[in-house]
């Protein structure tokens, strides 16, 4: 540890571990040494949490060389942080090597006050983006550092714009605006008992140890002993120039996958907000555009993209979410990490690099969550087929199953044991139906709703089930069931349609699943390596 | 029935699943001798049959626990007070099945999906939401086995799923064939159901 320094720059970074740099650091740096276009930044790697925790304060180095190396990231843009002329403004992030839930958000837009936020509006000509910037700041730093609400910030807003008579910031005068800014940070001084840091040091130190600081907050420690992630990892911090997609012309920020997260299919995939920061994409507020559009908005910026996509893909030999930003005509990577995707997706992702040589088929294999392949392959009704349903219930568990009707947890063994596919009908399930659901290829029940006891144990046992049939009467004495004037016996042969809710008289036409060609294939290898995969 | 606690207990649980395997009694807690004798009991007294290593309960032994459970209730002197709990605790079950369907399925696009488990933020709010649930339901089975003893097993037996769960064993929140949280609950659900004689709301 002695010799380990307490911050690294981005390019100084090159060589260690994901476990040192938490995993988005590590993602960083490896865009750093791709020659990629990433804001400079630094890192406080995980070994200096660790102290923190065994120490209870910040490493006495920290501060120092913090600023340090912010000067060498600053003279990277031309700017300097904590200063008038030319601020230079950051964002501060957790970074754990495993993501987890109650870890600090994203802070953006620190080391601005109420001086800087002016020096920064006569800088760039652009008032409302410098206060709007700084207004973002204060409901962010407020909101993660302070545990204030965001609904709680907006009324305390309210009340600092309702002496101005109005309800929206952006519509103010300047020198409105900064009055409201200084009645706000007055007001969350007052709702948060200590005063709001206006010196950018104090702000990042503030940033750097609420980082620390929520890596022991409940949520992460419970998440950490259910997933087993050990609770001495420790988590990093990042530390990295602002680059502003609110600053017009011609700036923006989107997300893109580097290929289709729903069918795999390998396209960009996104969207994206011109004049707009990062956060304004995931808080729903405005419409993004799909990610083509900027294909004709910007096409050199498009094909960058797609470039810079395809070299991280390669990179990373896994399908990649990408973050970015426009500022003034130029493209930043923020952020790129493996993207989530469906398990058709997934499928086709898997056997596609296979292909195009970036992965093995066994690593195909691990990529593919194959106990999953079963949703994959659950037949459904013919709908093209005329057949018209009895009756209809709750698609309380996906998939279509025929069988022979029975009324009993003892008849559904017997004749699941003769190899006879039966379902099993009851008004509502208890406890000594749990056998017989197991043995059925499928449930229907004339009561209950989709969260009822036999849909968990259907879904648990993944057996289609439909529930709350309503019209169904069932006569267990004499074992059958009537809808309207039609008379189902004990086995009788229907159809119940999980994906819809139907439930068919005999024998109705099922389908596959649209077939995915790709399946066959990683069958095929799941095979030759001797791994077994459920799919009935 | 000498109305012993642990007669009483399996021919409950046999009542609930009809016929189980020797084994399955086990979650019962009862010490190895005390069930023994327990079976035995009910056995000799024609209550339960046996066949191979599997217990089933018979007509009479069907009408037996029922009797007891109606004699329990009928001399309580806090029947009122237990029958405010099994309210109470509907009213807890409606958001217990809400949750593990969240857990079991996902809307997205107005499609239910299963849960692939790979969202951390989903997974955990709803293991937040089953540790407020687990909560409430230990206080309202503390008092309610203040009223009737039986009921204690179920706070170990919930303890333990829970504690299994939360250290990463994630079959435990529903899996049919494990003591897992929900087979426990659906049986402490059919057993106040049957003690209060109130229906089954889906």
Redesign the interface.
């Known amino acids: 540890m002695q010799d380990k320094p307490v911050v690294l720059l981005f390019e100084e970074a090159i060589g260690f571990s994901k476990l040192e740099l938490g995993s988005k650091g590590y993602g960083l740096v490896e865009m750093v040494k791709l020659g990629l276009p990433v804001p400079p930044g630094l890192i406080i790697p995980t070994y200096v949490c660790r102290k923190y925790y065994s120490t209870g304060f910040l490493p006495a180095e920290l501060l120092t060389s913090l600023l340090e190396k912010l000067d060498i990231v600053g003279e990277k843009l031309g700017r300097k942080f904590g200063y008038l002329e030319k601020p230079l403004l950051v964002s501060v992030r957790s970074g754990a090597p495993v993501?987890?839930?109650?870890m600090m958000d994203t802070i953006l837009n620190l080391g601005i006050n109420d001086e800087i936020a002016s020096a920064l509006a006569s800088e760039t000509g652009n008032k409302q983006f410098a206060y709007e910037t700084y207004l973002r700041f204060i409901k962010n730093f407020s909101k993660i550092v302070f545990k204030i609400p965001d609904d709680e910030l907006d009324s305390l807003l309210k009340i600092s714009l309702k002496n101005f008579n109005s309800e929206n910031f952006s519509d103010l005068l300047m020198e409105d605006q900064e009055k409201v800014l200084r009645d706000l940070v007055e007001l969350i001084r007052e709702k948060a008992g200590v005063p709001f840091p206006k010196d950018p040091l104090d702000q990042l130190k503030m940033a750097v140890e609420a980082v620390f600081k929520s890596w022991n907050n409940p949520?992460a420690k419970?998440?950490r002993?259910?997933?087993?992630i050990p609770d001495d990892l420790g988590t990093a911090v990042i530390i990295q120039a602002m680059v502003f997609g609110n600053l017009k012309p011609k700036s923006g920020t989107g997300v893109c996958f580097t290929r289709d997260p729903s069918t795999g299919e390998k396209v960009l995939y996104g969207e994206y907000l011109m004049n707009a920061q990062g956060e304004d994409i995931v808080s729903g507020e405005k419409n993004p555009k799909p990610i083509e559009e900027l294909k004709k908005e910007l096409p050199e910026i498009y094909e960058q993209l797609k470039r810079f996509a395809e070299i991280l893909e390669r990179h990373f030999k896994d399908m990649q979410d990408i973050e970015f930003t426009i500022q003034e005509g130029k493209l930043y990577i923020l952020q790129t990490r493996s993207g989530?995707r469906?398990?058709k997706a997934a499928v086709k992702i898997a056997v596609d690099m296979v292909k195009e040589g970036l992965i093995t088929e066994k690593e195909a294999l691990e990529r593919v969550?194959l106990e999953?392949l079963v949703?994959l392959l659950k037949p459904s009704v013919n709908t093209k087929v005329d057949v018209k349903p009895l009756t209809k219930g709750l698609?309380a568990s996906?998939g279509a199953a025929m069988g022979k009707v029975v009324f009993t947890?003892s008849d559904a063994i017997i004749y699941s044991r003769k190899g006879e596919p039966v379902i099993l009908v009851r008004p509502?399930t208890?406890?000594?139906d749990?056998q017989g659901?197991?043995a059925a290829v499928g449930v229907l029940?004339s009561?209950?709703?989709?969260?009822?006891?036999?849909?968990?144990?259907a879904?648990?046992?993944g057996k289609p089930a439909v529930?709350?049939a309503e019209e169904i009467q069932i006569d267990l004495d004499h074992e059958l069931f009537r809808v309207r004037d039609i008379v189902v016996k004990k086995l009788d042969m229907i159809t119940i349609d999980g994906n819809t809710g139907n439930v068919y008289i005999g024998s109705v036409p099922l389908v596959n699943p649209e077939p995915i060609p790709e399946l066959k294939e990683l069958l095929e290898w799941a095979r030759k390596y001797g791994k077994s995969v459920k799919i009935t | 029935m000498e109305n012993s606690i642990s007669s009483f207990l399996v021919l409950n649980y046999l009542n609930?699943?009809?016929n189980v395997d020797i084994e399955s009694l086990e979650v019962l807690g009862l010490p190895d001798s005390e069930l023994q004798s327990a079976i035995n009991e009910l056995i000799k007294k024609g209550f339960a049959r046996k066949i191979n290593d599997t217990i089933t309960i018979s007509e009479l032994g069907e009408r037996e626990i029922e009797n007891c459970r109606r004699i329990l209730l009928e001399n309580c002197d806090r029947k009122d007070e237990f029958l405010e709990y099994c309210r109470m605790f509907e009213e807890i079950n409606?958001d217990f099945?809400?949750l593990?369907?969240r857990w079991?399925?996902k809307e997205i696009d107005g499609e239910?999906?299963?849960n692939?488990h790979?969202?951390?933020?989903y997974d955990?709010a709803i293991?937040?939401g089953l540790?407020e649930i687990h909560e409430k339901t230990i206080k309202l089975l503390d008092k309610m086995s203040e009223i009737f003893p039986f009921l204690k097993g179920y706070i170990s037996r919930f303890e333990k799923a829970f504690s299994l769960?939360?250290?990463?064993n994630l079959g435990y929140m529903?899996?049919?064939?494990k003591q897992s949280y929900?087979?426990i609950w659906?049986?402490l659900?059919?057993t106040l159901l049957k003690m209060s004689g109130m229906r089954?709301i889906?």
């Open positions: 993501s987890m839930p109650g949520r419970t998440y002993r259910i997933y087993n989530k469906t398990i969550e999953k949703y698609n996906p947890v509502e208890k406890p000594e749990i659901i197991a029940t009561r209950g709703g989709m969260t009822s006891h036999a849909a968990v144990v879904r648990a046992l529930t709350g | 609930i699943f009809k409606k099945k809400n593990i369907t079991q399925i239910l999906i299963p692939d790979s969202d951390p933020e955990m293991l937040e540790a769960l939360m250290s990463g529903a899996d049919p064939d929900h087979t659906f049986e659900h059919e089954r889906e």
